[in-house]
C-alpha cells in the first residue's frame, strides 16, 4: 500500500458525460501527478500540482481538468467523454515537486470505461 | 524529446531463471531512473531508483545500474519467483521537468 488513496476504483459512462476522479496524496506529499494508462498510448503524464498550483502540463486534452484543495487532494475531472477516453488514471504523490532526490508514489488507479 | 525504449514483451522464463529486462533512454539532462512494476490488477509501486551515473538500486533481488556511457538501466533478477509475474516499467525524471516518462511495459510470466 502505497498511501495514496483513489476513488472510485471503476466508472462505467456514456459517451458525453462528465465525470471526477478523486485523489488524496500520501501524508505529507505535496505533489499530486495524474497519468493515463491506455492500450495505445501507454502511460502518459497529464498534469502536476504542487501545494495548490498547476506546476506542469503533459499531454492533457482540453475537456479535461484537475486541481488541488488546500488539503491536498486533487481532482481530475473528465467532460465532453468519448469513446477514447476509457483508460486507467493513476494519480501519484511526491513529497516535493520533483528533483533528483523526489519519488513518486502511485495510487491503485480509478478504471474508466466509457460506452 | 526525452524517450523510454523497452525490450519487447511478454518474457516467459521457469522459476529460479535469471532474468534481464532491457531498458535504454533519451534524455537531454541527467535524468534519475526507475523501475515500477505493475501486479495484476494493481496500481504502479516503484521497484528501485538510481539518481546519477553508475547508481545501483536494488529491491527485493532486482538490481539496475545507471549506465551513463550507455544510456541504459537494464533490470536483472538472479533467480525468479512466480510471484514475480507483472508488468515492469523503465521510467525516466528529467529534474528540470519532473514528470515521469514511461517505457512501453514489459510482461513477465514465470512458470513453476
Known amino acids: 500500500d502505497s498511501g495514496v488513496t483513489q476513488t472510485p476504483k471503476h466508472l462505467i459512462t456514456a459517451t458525453g458525460q462528465r465525470v471526477t476522479l478523486r485523489c488524496s496524496p500520501r501524508s505529507g506529499d505535496l505533489s499530486v501527478y495524474w497519468y493515463q494508462q491506455s492500450l495505445d498510448q501507454g502511460l502518459q503524464f497529464l498534469i502536476q500540482?504542487?501545494?495548490?498550483?498547476?506546476?506542469a502540463k503533459g499531454n492533457i486534452l482540453e475537456r479535461f481538468s484537475a486541481q488541488q484543495f488546500p488539503d491536498l487532494h486533487s481532482e481530475l475531472n473528465l467532460s465532453s467523454l468519448e469513446l477514447g477516453d476509457s483508460a486507467l488514471y493513476f494519480c501519484?504523490?511526491?513529497?516535493?515537486?520533483?528533483?533528483?532526490?523526489?519519488?513518486?508514489?502511485f495510487g491503485p488507479g480509478t478504471r474508466l470505461t466509457v460506452l | 524529446g526525452d524517450s523510454v525504449t523497452q525490450m519487447e514483451g511478454p518474457v516467459t522464463l521457469s522459476e529460479e531463471a535469471f532474468l534481464t529486462i532491457n531498458c535504454t533512454y533519451t534524455?537531454?539532462?541527467?535524468?534519475?531512473l526507475f523501475w515500477y512494476v505493475q501486479y495484476p490488477g494493481e496500481g504502479l509501486q516503484l521497484l528501485l531508483k538510481a539518481t546519477k551515473a553508475d547508481d545501483k538500486g536494488s529491491n527485493k533481488g532486482f538490481e539496475a545500474t545507471y549506465r551513463k556511457e550507455t544510456t541504459s538501466f537494464h533490470l536483472e533478477k538472479g533467480s525468479v519467483q512466480v510471484s514475480d509475474s507483472a508488468v515492469y516499467f523503465c521510467?525516466?525524471?528529467?529534474?528540470?521537468?519532473?514528470?515521469?516518462?514511461f517505457g512501453t511495459g514489459t510482461l513477465l510470466a514465470v512458470q513453476p
Open positions: 521510467a525516466l525524471s528529467d529534474p528540470a521537468r519532473d514528470k515521469l516518462i
Open positions: 501519484a504523490s511526491s513529497v516535493l515537486a520533483g528533483g533528483p532526490t523526489d519519488t513518486q508514489y
Open positions: 534524455a537531454t539532462g541527467y535524468p534519475s
Open positions: 500540482y504542487y501545494n495548490g498550483e498547476e506546476r
